[in-house]
């Protein structure tokens, strides 16, 4: 197409939003929301797949989900756990390779031995690369980044280099093409270092909606932008 500016993006970044009120709108729990939402992460894990995106970091639970009621945090937990076993049983049928980021603080023992041993069973995958963003705040990640270089050299002065270095998943590019869902247009401490240049791309469609074509439009429209970083 003559109007295609830019080839498709090989990281792919979304905020997966709009649960709770997929349920409300159905008169349904808002654990029946976070359900479909799983089933949403499943389609479009797929979809990114057969694209050809070679990366997707996934916004599945951030460290400020914690204020939600006890009973909403115990059904993401149970939930994540059951992801984490799902992906534990196909990621090799799918040559996915798993990345998780976010601090380690208040998760309990068994769902972080599922995500170390899912991480390490996956890592020689050579298809999509999966980086599931878990008790995940991007203000806190700068912060431990910054400590990290702080533990190594004290006394030197930290880069931009430097800095990005130490930040959770530093081997990843940068995404190009960021997804928000649900219509809010935010990005809820969500990859702000990575996301400096990124493209931005809201859709009014709810998380548990949100499907292969919808990924399409958002790439599409990312095609047919002229991306200036800063230049004229």
């Not at 498709?8 to 729990?29: F, T």
């Not at 050809?52 to 006890?70: C, D, I, K, Q």
Request: charged share 25%; glycine share 6%; with cysteine.
């Amino acid at each position: 197409m003559s109007d295609l500016l830019n080839p498709p993006p090989q990281h792919v970044a979304i905020i997966m939003d709009g649960n709770g009120r997929w349920a409300q709108r159905r008169a349904l729990p808002r654990s029946a929301g976070h359900r479909e939402g799983a089933a949403a992460v499943r389609r479009t894990i797929e979809a990114a797949a057969k694209m050809g995106t070679r990366y997707l970091t996934l916004y599945a639970f951030s460290t400020e989900n914690w204020s939600r009621p006890p009973e909403e945090t115990d059904t993401l937990m149970d939930l994540l756990e059951k992801t984490l076993d799902e992906y534990q049983q196909n990621a090799d049928k799918q040559d996915l390779r798993i990345l998780i980021s976010g601090s380690r603080d208040k998760l309990n023992a068994r769902i972080l031995a599922k995500m170390d041993r899912l991480v390490r069973s996956t890592a020689q995958n050579k298809g999509l690369t999966v980086n599931l963003a878990l008790n995940y705040g991007a203000r806190q990640e700068l912060v431990a980044a910054v400590n990290r270089w702080l533990a190594t050299r004290p006394a030197q002065p930290c880069t931009l280099q430097d800095l990005a270095a130490h930040l959770y998943q530093p081997q990843l590019p940068d995404p190009e093409l960021l997804i928000r869902t649900s219509g809010e247009q935010r990005l809820s401490n969500f990859l702000l270092w990575q996301c400096a240049y990124s493209e931005l791309y809201f859709t009014p469609v709810l998380w548990p909606d949100f499907n292969g074509q919808e990924l399409q439009k958002a790439v599409l429209d990312y095609r047919r932008r002229q991306r200036r970083f800063g230049g004229i």
